[in-house]
C-alpha cells in the first residue's frame, strides 16, 4: 500500500485510498467475494461473536495461531485508528483460515484464504490484502504490517485475546437502498496542513465519509473514473491544496462505491463551486480492442452486484481480477491506478464479465510503484517476476484484448470555475 512517496497524480496514492476504502468500509465483497470458513465451535467464542461468525477453540500451543487476535490500524493523518480482530481457525489437517473483521462499525468479514506460520514468521493473504509480521516467542503477539503490496504498508501489532476480553463485532449496518441518490447531509471541509504531498486516506466508517490529504485533482479523478491528464484548465491549488473531509449522507444505510462518487461529485459542485464542460482533445492514450481470436473472458450474468477489481499474487508477477465489470469499468481502473495516460474503449462489448490477467509491471505503470506481492495464492513467493508476459501481451494472450498506444481523440473535463472552500 503506497502511502508515501511522490506526489499523487491520480495513480498510487489514489490506489491506496481506494484500497483503504475498501478495508474500511465494510464492503469487502466489492474487492473479493468471501465466504465464511468451516471452523469448530466453543460457548466461550460466541460471548463476543456476532450471530454467524466463526467460533474458535482454544490453541494447543504458543505457536498454535488458532484464536482471536485484535490490534489498531492507524492510517497517517487519521483522527483516530480502526480496530481489528482477526479470527483463526484450524482445520484437522493442521492448515489455517482467518476471518478479519472491524470492530468500529458492522462488516462482512475479509477472509484470509492463506494462513501460514514459518518459525516466527506469519503470513495472512487474500486476493487483494494482506497482514506478514513476526510471532513473539511466548505466542501472545504479532508485530508486522498490514497492506496491499505496495511499498509502504501500515505498522500494526496483534495480541492474542481471550474471547470474553475481545472487542465485539457489531452487527453488519444494512446498504443503501440501491437507487438511493445520495448527497452529504453535512460536510466539514477543513485545510491539511501536514505537508503531505498526496492523499492519505478515503474511507467510510460506518456512514461517515472521511479523507485525509485530498486535493481537488483526487476527488475529480475518484468521483468521475478520470486520469489526472483529463482533468485541464484548472488552477494549480486544484492539485497542490490538500483537505479534510468528513461527512454524513442524508439518506440511511452505508453507501457503495458508486453511491460516495456520486456524493463527491455533489460536494465538488456545492462547495467548491466547481463548474465544467466535456470536450474532445487529441492526446496520447492506450486504445482498448478486441484481439483477433475475440474476448476470452466469462459473462457474469448476475444482477444487482457491484462490480469488483483489485490486485493479488500471481504466477511470476501480478493479477488483476475483475468480476461483473463492464470494459468501462476495466478502462477506468487501467487508467487510474495502473498507466500512465487515459485509456479509450473500442472494444464494442457490452456484457459484464469476470477476468484475471497475470503481468509483469514496467517502469511505467503504478507511478514507477508497481504493488508488492507478498505471496501467491498457495502462500509461497512469486515465481520470478520475468516469467509473466508485459501487461500488453497478457492482454492479448490471456483475454483476447488488444491495448496501444496512440494519439487519439479523448473525453477531458475543461474547468469553468472552482473556488476553495470556506473554513468550516
Do not use: C
Amino acid at each position: 500500500m503506497h502511502l508515501g512517496g511522490k506526489p499523487l497524480r491520480g495513480m498510487v496514492g489514489l490506489a491506496a485510498a481506494i484500497l483503504l476504502l475498501l478495508v474500511l468500509d465494510g464492503n469487502w465483497a466489492n474487492a473479493q467475494t468471501t465466504a465464511q470458513p468451516d471452523v469448530p465451535t466453543s460457548p466461550a467464542a460466541s460471548q463476543s461473536s456476532p450471530p454467524g461468525a466463526p467460533q474458535l477453540s482454544p490453541p494447543a500451543s504458543p505457536t498454535d495461531l488458532a484464536g482471536i487476535w485484535q490490534g489498531t490500524l492507524t492510517p497517517p493523518n487519521a483522527p483516530k485508528g480502526t480496530r481489528l480482530v482477526v479470527k483463526i481457525t484450524k482445520a484437522a489437517d493442521g492448515s489455517y483460515k482467518a476471518a478479519l473483521y472491524n470492530a468500529d462499525q458492522g462488516s462482512p468479514p475479509l477472509i484470509f484464504t492463506t494462513v501460514t506460520v514459518q518459525g516466527t514468521d506469519v503470513k495472512m493473504v487474500s486476493t487483494n490484502l494482506s497482514i506478514t509480521g513476526k510471532l513473539s516467542a511466548d505466542g501472545k503477539t504479532i508485530d508486522g504490517n498490514f497492506g496491499g503490496g505496495g511499498p509502504n504498508p501500515l505498522p500494526i501489532s496483534l495480541a492474542r485475546t481471550m474471547p470474553d476480553a475481545a472487542w465485539p463485532i457489531p452487527e453488519p449496518l444494512k446498504p443503501m437502498a440501491a437507487d438511493a441518490n445520495p448527497s452529504f447531509e453535512v460536510a466539514t471541509i477543513k485545510p491539511n496542513n501536514s505537508g503531505a504531498t498526496q492523499m492519505q486516506a478515503l474511507v467510510i466508517q460506518g456512514r461517515k465519509f472521511l479523507t485525509r490529504a485530498s486535493s481537488v485533482e483526487d476527488l475529480l479523478s475518484f468521483a468521475y473514473n478520470l486520469q489526472s491528464k483529463q482533468i485541464v484548465n484548472g488552477p494549480a491549488w486544484i492539485g497542490s491544496d490538500r483537505y479534510d473531509i468528513e461527512a454524513l449522507p442524508d439518506a440511511e444505510g452505508v453507501p457503495n462505491t458508486q453511491q460516495i462518487k456520486v456524493m463527491i461529485q455533489k460536494l465538488l459542485a456545492d462547495r467548491f463551486k466547481l463548474t465544467f464542460h466535456h470536450e474532445q482533445r487529441e492526446m496520447e492514450a492506450y486504445v482498448l480492442e478486441v484481439g483477433k481470436s475475440g474476448p476470452k473472458m466469462t459473462v457474469n450474468e448476475s444482477k444487482g452486484q457491484l462490480p469488483g477489481l483489485g490486485f493479488g499474487a500471481g504466477q511470476g508477477g501480478i493479477t488483476l481480477r475483475a468480476g461483473n465489470a463492464t470494459m468501462a469499468d476495466l478502462t477506468g481502473f487501467l487508467q487510474v491506478l495502473v498507466l500512465d495516460r487515459p485509456v479509450v474503449d473500442r472494444t464494442g462489448l457490452a456484457a459484464r464479465y469476470d477476468l484475471k490477467v497475470t503481468f509483469t509491471p514496467d517502469d511505467s505503470q503504478f507511478n514507477g510503484h508497481p504493488p508488492r506481492m507478498p505471496a501467491a495464492a498457495d502462500g509461497t513467493a512469486p515465481a520470478d517476476a520475468a516469467a509473466a508476459p508485459s501487461l500488453y501481451e497478457a492482454f492479448q494472450e490471456q483475454l483476447g484484448l488488444k491495448l496501444t498506444a496512440e494519439k487519439t481523440a479523448v473525453d477531458v473535463i475543461v474547468i469553468d470555475h472552482v473556488e476553495k472552500p470556506s473554513p468550516s
